[in-house]
């Protein structure tokens, strides 16, 4: 079985500032690993996915995301935010047929003025 | 191209009462899927479907029902609702081992 922790489940932080989505996992075979965006009141859309090949992997609206299979970790990542970033992250792991996913519960970006 | 279509996008139920939502995709996916989202709680998966004809459990399937007489279709079905079914229900199907959604239904049973 597999699962998927989101230690922070709140992350307030200031406009321009860098910030790092924390997405741990454990799985006892090998999987894909993805990241999900919902703003509010809207469905979730793909942010970046890493399915094989290149562990640093770089998504839409200048998020990228680092594959560390040692760690079981999968931490998204984004050097200056935007008000517009203000949403919540999903990160979430499929086994490698892209199939059986699991979700995390979430973490909530809030970017202050 | 639509992608993934979910009706309706609210309803409001008394308890016992019954309702259908209705997925539709239309990227020739295999796969559907009906999650429920709740505060807290992340994404939790009711049903599934590998193919027209076929459905199955996911994690939380109890008081719901599912059909996939289409390919492009999936419904999800609340037989009785109960207040415990409040929440917001999300179809999604699968394409190139990415996940589709949809913008989601949000039901609340009084």
């Known amino acids: 079985a597999q699962s998927v922790t989101q230690l922070d489940s709140q992350v307030p932080v200031f406009e321009e500032a860098p910030v790092e989505l924390r997405c741990n996992y454990s799985?006892?075979?090998?999987?894909?690993l993805f990241w999900y965006v919902q703003y509010p009141n809207q469905g979730l859309q793909l942010l970046l996915k890493?399915?094989?090949?290149?562990?640093l992997v770089k998504g839409i609206n200048g998020f990228e995301a680092e594959f560390n299979k040692s760690q079981t970790s999968f931490h998204l990542r984004k050097p200056s935010v935007h008000i517009s970033d203000t949403a919540e992250y999903f990160c979430?792991?499929?086994?490698?047929?892209?199939?059986?996913?699991?979700f995390g519960p979430g973490t909530r970006l809030s970017v202050l003025p | 191209n639509a992608g993934v279509t979910q009706t309706p996008k609210f309803r409001v139920l008394k308890t016992g009462q019954s309702m259908t939502l209705l997925c539709a995709q239309d990227?020739?996916?295999?796969?559907m899927y009906w999650y429920r989202q709740d505060p807290g709680m992340g994404l939790r998966l009711i049903h599934y479907?590998?193919?027209?004809?076929?459905?199955a459990k996911g994690e939380v399937p109890d008081g719901y029902n599912v059909s996939r007489l289409k390919k492009q279709n999936f419904l999800l079905g609340l037989e009785s609702a109960a207040p415990s079914q409040t929440s917001v229900y999300f179809c999604?199907?699968?394409?190139?081992?990415?996940?589709?959604f949809g913008a989601g239904s949000r039901l609340t049973v009084l």
């Open positions: 890493y399915l094989s090949g290149s562990t």
């Open positions: 479907s590998v193919g027209e004809g076929t459905t």
């Open positions: 979430a792991v499929s086994d490698n047929y892209g199939q059986n996913f699991v």
């Open positions: 990227m020739n996916h295999e796969y």
């Open positions: 999604a199907s699968t394409g190139a081992n990415v996940l589709t």
């Open positions: 799985s006892s075979v090998s999987v894909y």
